[in-house]
């Protein structure tokens, strides 16, 4: 599919996100960016970020880090331009595909309901893309609908998908990760208006594994709580 046509449909798109606004989906994504660590000083690059709904709330944790946010619709881009004014956001307008932040420390990379909406072909170059600037430590988050789901709604309620909108399934993910030296840390299937309508992971560039001992991360109270724990495993269940 040309790439005007798939501007065009996001250009023509921005008034559905606004009426959409803050939603259920999008405040769940930015909760769970905070459990995994999002903070005050968290230097974010969000890729695919339409009209600037999550970065407003990326925003609200993030007031001394850089938020850089890139999207291929100028007229989205504007938007958020003109909407939120924090001075530690980046806006740009471009294809996240080639994209090359200008971040060059990331604490995060988002790509929330995005590579569902990327011609699947471009997918690898994608992720190589993105293995290129991705830090050791740089959580890469990917929240997408559930691949089965999307093909449900191909067969019953097509008018309610996008331009382009395909079922990316894990294998298929997998794949394309192996092959740039990322690697799925986390992974859970979830729901918020359907049963199991949506999947979110967190993956991360590949490490040498090491082998850290949990027991010397602990501090004092924590192993005297995990020696009295072990002592009532041996009490209750005594097997031999």
């Known amino acids: 599919m040309k790439g005007n046509k798939v501007i065009a449909f996001y250009d023509n798109f921005v008034n559905y996100q606004k009426e959409s606004k803050v939603n259920d989906r999008i405040y769940s994504l930015y909760n769970r960016a905070k459990r995994h660590g999002l903070n005050n000083h968290s230097n974010v690059l969000e890729l695919g970020s ?3 709904v999550m970065t407003y709330l990326i925003a609200k944790s993030v007031k001394k880090g850089i938020i850089e946010t890139v999207d291929i619709s100028s007229k989205s881009v504007e938007f958020a331009r003109k909407r939120i004014s924090n001075k530690n956001i980046r806006f740009n ?3 996240i ?3 090359k932040p200008e971040l060059k420390s990331i604490d995060f990379i988002t790509l929330f309901d ?3 909406h990327i011609p699947k072909e471009k997918h690898l170059e994608l992720f190589k893309n993105i293995s290129s600037y991705i830090g050791e430590d740089t959580l890469l988050l990917i929240n ?3 691949p089965e789901y999307i093909e449900y709604d191909q067969k019953y309620h097509p008018e309610v998908l996008q331009i382009i909108d ?3 399934h894990l294998d298929f993910l997998v794949r394309n990760l192996e092959n740039n030296d990322l ?5 859970q299937k979830y729901s918020i208006w359907v049963e199991n309508d949506y999947v979110f992971y967190i993956i991360e560039k590949k490490k040498e594994f090491k082998e850290i001992r949990i027991h010397d991360k602990r501090n004092f109270a924590q192993k005297v709580l995990i020696k009295l724990f072990r002592l009532k495993l041996k009490l209750l269940y005594n097997f031999c």
Request: charged fraction near 15%.
């Open 114 to 116: 995005v590579i569902e």
């Open 50 to 52: 339409g009209i600037g």
């Open 166 to 168: 395909q079922p990316v």
């Open 93 to 95: 307008v471009d294809d």
């Open 183 to 187: 690697t799925i840390s986390y992974f």
């Open 97 to 99: 595909v080639n994209y």
């Open 144 to 146: 997408i609908p559930n």
